[in-house]
């Protein structure tokens, strides 16, 4: 992912829920940065990334790509 422009971010974590979920079910803290490997199936999974502030507040997600 591109990362956040914005000083306030602190880190981001990559969000994941069963295809057959509706809401996000599981976050994964990877720190603060612009890569993350995580041993998810995207046949099995949607991944999304949000990022965070020192203050724990949370974005949006948005759905992350593979990377090639």
């Known amino acids: 992912w591109e990362p956040s422009p914005s000083a306030r971010v602190a880190g981001y974590e990559v969000v994941y829920r069963a295809t057959t979920e509706h809401d ?3 976050a994964l803290d990877v720190g603060n940065v ?3 490997r995580v041993p998810l199936s995207k046949d099995d999974y949607q991944i999304g990334v949000r990022a965070y502030d020192a203050e724990g507040n949370r974005g949006p997600v948005t759905f992350a790509t593979a990377g090639r």
Do not use: I, L
């Open 34 to 36: 612009a890569t993350a």
């Open 24 to 26: 996000w079910t599981a």
